[in-house]
């Protein structure tokens, strides 16, 4: 049972656009979203994470939006860059918990 | 600094040998953790653990087993290959206080 659920799987956009990747979760008990960013060949790298408390986290190009009601949140990424081109895995975990649970992974391309 | 250092980086056993994935970190991290990863999967955690001689289950621990004999060391161990065992396997470690996950660069396993 995948306990964060992630869409799109891949995603294509052209250099400057707004590409949105958004996952959902059922387990209210989570307190922690984390996104990781993972190039070809390499372990996922810690990107951006943001907590219920709050409904919108940016740093630099990259922005989470947090639904609470709706146990949704999604990862913005303004002006985009083929540099960004990469796979993108949301994540949640509980409170005090050692399971991360992932998502199953956005591919992005991001066309010069 | 070298972070999470995983070795080898790629291995191809033949069913029912065995094998230990090594995972060092020179951070100091408490807590360290074996993910695998599959295509359109995400990770799934095997193992994780929360400090020298403690180890636990994570969601998918069948067919393995780990030790933590020091801080800065996490080996995972395959007894008896099988195909299902094909993967990448991640090894990542965080801080007591921290969330973020520090992510090693993968073995790629291939079992044939």
């Known amino acids: 049972q995948q306990q964060v659920k992630q869409s799109p799987q891949s995603l294509i956009v052209q250099k400057g656009g707004i590409p949105i990747i958004n996952c959902a979760y059922e387990?209210?008990?989570?307190?922690?979203f984390p996104w990781y960013q993972q190039f070809p060949g390499k372990g996922p790298a810690l990107l951006i994470a943001i907590r219920p408390d709050v409904s919108e986290k940016k740093e630099g190009r990259f922005t989470i939006s947090f639904n609470k009601s709706a146990k949704q949140f999604s990862l913005h990424i303004m002006d985009s860059q083929p540099g960004d081109s990469a796979t993108y895995f949301c994540?949640?975990?509980?409170?005090?918990?050692?399971?991360?649970?992932f998502g199953t992974g956005t591919r992005l391309t991001v066309i010069p | 600094n070298a972070g999470v250092t995983q070795t080898p980086k790629f291995r191809i056993l033949k069913i029912g040998q065995s094998m230990t994935l090594q995972c060092a970190q020179d951070?100091?991290?408490?807590?360290m953790y074996w993910y695998r990863q599959d295509p359109g999967m995400g990770l799934k955690l095997i193992y994780y653990s929360v400090g020298a001689g403690i180890t636990d289950k994570g969601e998918v621990p069948n067919g393995y087993n780990v030790s933590r004999s020091t801080t800065e060391d996490f080996p995972l161990r395959l007894e008896l290959a099988a195909p299902s065992q094909t993967s990448v396997y991640f090894c990542a470690s965080r801080d007591s206080g921290d969330d973020g996950y520090t992510f090693g660069s993968g073995t790629r396993l291939t079992v044939v």
């Open positions: 387990n209210t008990a989570f307190d922690y």
């Open positions: 994540a949640a975990k509980e409170g005090g918990a050692n399971n991360l649970f």
């Open positions: 951070m100091n991290h408490n807590y």
